[in-house]
């Protein structure tokens, strides 16, 4: 029997899931509750890369959660299990027939339950009625989960993508129900900071597919194996250093760590200022002084990490 099967079979759901909101958040706390009642075992089939960027690279989305971050929210949730399956081109040219077939046969699915708007196979042409056909031919039984909505529209992957690059990361967070957040490596910087009396933890983001809100300087939540501590973080360039390329580099405003090679997990909190080119180091640090105390606000204010 495959891994993750179950004697008595398993209550799965298929997507990318990339962000893992609300929406997809409904569709595991259903298949959760359902395979407890059934005595069966949950199990979400997710895949790897994003399914657009094998069958489309040039329509696929930046992505919301990249490498562990989604890995990270799902281990959270009271799945019995995830599968990541790889998808290819091969994938991609299954038939919605072949696809299923593929589910039933591995997973020994007894529920297959899915989001509103999900579709599956090849060119996505599979949809619920003809999942239904299906499983009355292959023995499972099909759901549907209702959409969850948000300000009376659908939350989707799509609409989060669009708050966060448009820099509301309060809707962002209202559709995600958490704030949103990168997994980065610390890497060794210019050290600067340090000269400047506001000592910075630089950051490199693992793909170049990770979406970010517009640069600026943000308060921010900064969490690490052993740690954690507020910060606030510049995103951009650094004009009044002549450097035009973009870094993220965070001071934390509650710890003194030395985290060079660690991962340490960022939590965009409220966007603060714009990038702004001053006349000289003395201006800056001035101005470091007014975001240090608007950055703990925004962290201790209604909005601030654990508040929500």
Not at 180 to 192: L, T
Not at 258 to 265: H, R, S
Not at 281 to 299: F, G, I, N
């Amino acid at each position: 029997m495959p891994p993750g099967a179950g004697k008595n079979g398993t209550v799965i759901t298929v997507g990318t899931f990339d962000g893992v909101h609300l929406g997809h958040q409904r569709v595991l706390e259903e298949i959760a509750e359902r395979a407890r009642v059934a005595g069966r075992r949950s199990v979400l089939v997710t895949f790897e890369p994003h399914p657009l960027e094998i069958v489309n690279p040039q329509a696929a989305p930046p992505r919301l959660t990249v490498g562990a971050e989604r890995h990270e929210i799902l281990a959270q949730s009271e799945l019995d299990a995830v599968a990541f399956i790889e998808f290819d081109r091969a994938l991609s040219k299954c038939s919605p027939e072949e696809f299923v077939r593929r589910l039933v046969d591995r997973f020994n699915v007894k529920e297959l339950v899915i989001g509103f708007d999900h579709g599956f196979g090849k060119g996505r042409a599979g949809n619920v009625d003809l999942l239904g056909v299906l499983g009355g031919k292959m023995g499972f039984a099909v759901d549907v989960v209702a959409e969850v909505d948000y300000e009376s529209r659908p939350v989707s992957s799509t609409r989060v993508r669009r708050e966060v690059a448009g820099g509301d990361l309060d809707a962002a967070r209202q559709l995600l129900g958490r704030h949103y957040s990168m997994i980065a490596q610390v890497i060794p910087g210019a050290g600067r900071g340090r000269h400047l009396g506001y000592r910075t933890i630089n950051l490199r983001v693992e793909s170049q597919q990770k979406l970010l809100p517009p640069n600026g300087v943000y308060a921010v939540f900064v969490e690490w194996a052993g740690g954690s501590s507020a910060g606030m973080m510049h995103q951009g360039p650094r004009p009044t250093f002549g450097e035009a390329e973009r870094s993220l580099e965070i001071h934390l405003l509650d710890a003194y760590e030395e985290l060079y090679g660690q991962e340490v997990k960022v939590s965009w909190v409220e966007r603060l200022r714009d990038v702004t080119t001053f006349d000289s180091p003395e201006e800056l640090v001035q101005q470091l002084e007014k975001d240090y105390l608007a950055a703990r606000s925004a962290l201790t204010g209604p909005n601030g990490f654990g508040n929500h």
